[in-house]
């Protein structure tokens, strides 16, 4: 089946020590979102990539990166994480990311920061 | 303002109860899309629906329903004869048709338990 996968499920990283935390997709979408969900929130939209294109949310931490390679990858990168970064973080597709679209998510990456 | 509210934070019901989570919705467009999304304890989010403002059609699948109402500014959803797998977090979700399309207006999500 097509879909949105996110490896690792779990990912314990020290306070401070880069990670880096990969999607990919099967779907063929153009348009890849990173999202970070703390417990009981709602997800919080940290920026997108429309094919090679980036967009960053104003209020995403200059900590946090992306990278596309190509159609079918995407990472986040956690240059310095702080314990205030432990999170949930979702990755979502849609197809041409219009108002209408439905995002497909992954099962996501559970992070921990020690 | 764009905005979405949830107003019931959890709801615990009997297996085979019906439920109703609440959506309430902010939105200068006139045009405009409502999701809800599922969350189970996995934490996959999953689709479930998606409404256009034109459409105030109710909407049934299964043991789901859902209420569009534009004079309240509402997206009720329904779960008739509840399971123990309907456990999850249910968010609702506004898509203005203004600014940035790409950006999901969430709500706080609604945390559903049902017990048997």
């Known amino acids: 089946d097509a879909m949105v996968i996110q490896n690792p499920r779990y990912q314990v990283t020290q306070f401070g020590k880069p990670v880096t935390l990969s999607c990919s997709q099967t779907?063929?979408?153009?348009?890849m979102y990173w999202y970070q969900q703390k417990s009981s929130q709602a997800p919080k939209l940290l920026f997108h990539?429309?094919?090679?294109?980036?967009?960053n949310e104003a209020d995403t931490p200059d900590n946090f990166q992306s990278r596309r390679p190509n159609t079918s990858f995407c990472f986040l990168d956690i240059r310095s994480p702080g314990l205030g970064d432990a999170a949930m973080y979702l990755c979502?597709?849609?197809?041409?990311?219009?108002?209408?679209?439905?995002?497909?998510f992954g099962s996501g990456t559970q992070l921990s920061v020690l | 303002a764009q905005k979405v509210t949830q107003a019931q934070t959890e709801i615990s019901v009997v297996e085979k109860e019906d439920v109703t989570l609440d959506c309430v919705y902010e939105?200068?467009?006139?045009?405009?899309?409502l999701f809800w999304y599922k969350q189970p304890p996995s934490g996959e989010l999953v689709f479930l629906i998606r409404r256009n403002s034109f459409d105030e059609q109710n909407e049934i699948s299964g043991r789901y329903s859902w209420n569009f109402q534009k004079s309240t500014s509402s997206f009720n959803f329904t779960i008739t004869a509840s399971q123990v797998v309907d456990s999850a977090v249910y968010f609702c979700?506004?898509?203005?048709?203004?600014?940035?399309?790409?950006?999901?207006?969430w709500g706080l999500g609604t945390s559903l338990a049902v017990n048997p």
């Open positions: 779907l063929n979408h153009n348009v």
């Open positions: 979502a597709t849609s197809r041409e990311g219009r108002t209408n679209e439905k995002l497909f």
């Open positions: 979700a506004l898509t203005p048709n203004a600014g940035n399309n790409r950006k999901l207006i």
């Open positions: 939105t200068r467009d006139t045009t405009y899309y």
């Open positions: 990539y429309y094919d090679k294109d980036f967009n």
